[in-house]
């Protein structure tokens, strides 16, 4: 038996994988797969591959791409989540600001920098076509850091997973201003190196068993209600995440890896461009 080491954050994306650990799957193929939430986000866990702490890390396209030009010694090895992830763009319930006009030149609340929170920050400035060097940030840490910012009023805005933060507008919390789609397919499959070097049978058998979860993960039986229970989300708002959550089976192409970085180079978020072969590996 393999022991394996992964890291994910706690949302509704990474429930196959915990279906899997539950059914035996990997056991099946003699891999121990251990499971960290990583409520912290993609920041946290570019850390967590560095040092080792995580063999594995099911995380946010552009944040891993980032840290991986940076200097991480990991690679990607499969595209997780297909579909664009919606952050929501969110203000305190009482806040003054109706409009995302009225954010301009106003302090984001991030988890940490380096975090998806942070580089779609960037992105949705460029996209108002804000001057970006003027973003001030608040580090937060956690979805509950943001709520006391918000509140506080050390920090004016907030961006997160649409769904995994709409219970915090239902309860009047917090008020979305607006959407920001990822222009890219948002959760990818990254691996250290020394793991990839060591294990590259055990890294296939991985995949190989996770697609077989996903492949038919919509079609099991009342998984809309699963859901729901495990991630406190009413049914009609699952329901239409559903519908807009496509995963993959397939390898990072070269053509998203480009897009990915020509943005992250145009924000000066990175300072250089990889190549495919530092970035992304086939097992």
């Given at each position: 038996m393999t022991t394996l080491k992964i890291a994910g954050v706690p949302e509704h994306f990474n429930l196959p994988w915990h279906l899997a650990i539950e059914n035996g799957a990997f056991e099946k193929e003699n891999i121990d797969l251990q499971w960290t939430d990583v409520p912290e986000g993609t920041g946290k866990m570019c850390q967590m591959l560095r040092s080792g702490e995580t063999d594995v890390a099911v995380i946010l396209t552009e944040g891993i791409v980032k840290d991986i030009v940076a200097g991480n010694p990991s690679k990607i090895v499969q595209v997780?989540?297909?579909?664009?992830?919606?952050?929501?763009?969110?203000?305190?319930?009482?806040?003054?600001?109706?409009t995302l006009a009225d954010l301009e030149n106003k302090k984001v609340a991030i988890s940490r920098l380096g975090s998806g929170s942070q580089l779609m920050a960037y992105v949705n400035a460029h996209n108002q076509a804000w001057e970006t060097d003027k973003l001030q940030f608040e580090i937060v840490n956690t979805i509950d850091g943001a709520v006391?910012?918000?509140?506080?009023?050390?920090?004016?805005?907030?961006?997160?997973?649409?769904?995994?933060?709409?219970?915090?507008?239902?309860?009047?919390?917090?008020?979305?201003?607006?959407?920001?789609?990822?222009?890219?397919?948002?959760?990818?499959?990254?691996?250290?190196?020394?793991?990839?070097?060591?294990?590259?049978?055990?890294?296939?058998?991985?995949?190989?068993?996770?697609?077989?979860?996903?492949?038919?993960?919509?079609?099991?039986?009342?998984?809309?209600?699963?859901?729901?229970?495990?991630y406190n989300q009413k049914i009609e708002d699952i329901q239409e995440w559903l519908s807009l959550t496509e995963w993959s089976q397939k390898q990072l192409s070269q053509k998203t890896l480009n897009d990915v970085q020509n943005h992250l180079f145009e924000l000066k978020i990175i300072e250089k461009i990889g190549t495919f072969d530092e970035i992304v590996r086939t097992v």
């Open positions: 997780y989540v297909e579909s664009p992830l919606i952050w929501g763009i969110h203000v305190a319930a009482n806040s003054n600001y109706k006391t910012a918000l509140t506080n009023g050390t920090a004016d805005y907030f961006m997160w997973e649409r769904f995994m933060t709409k219970p915090l507008v239902d309860q009047g919390i917090f008020r979305k201003v607006a959407d920001c789609p990822t222009p890219w397919p948002c959760f990818v499959i990254a691996v250290r190196d020394k793991v990839l070097e060591q294990n590259p049978e055990i890294i296939s058998k991985l995949l190989h068993t996770i697609n077989q979860t996903t492949k038919g993960f919509k079609a099991i039986t009342a998984i809309d209600k699963t859901l729901a229970s495990n």
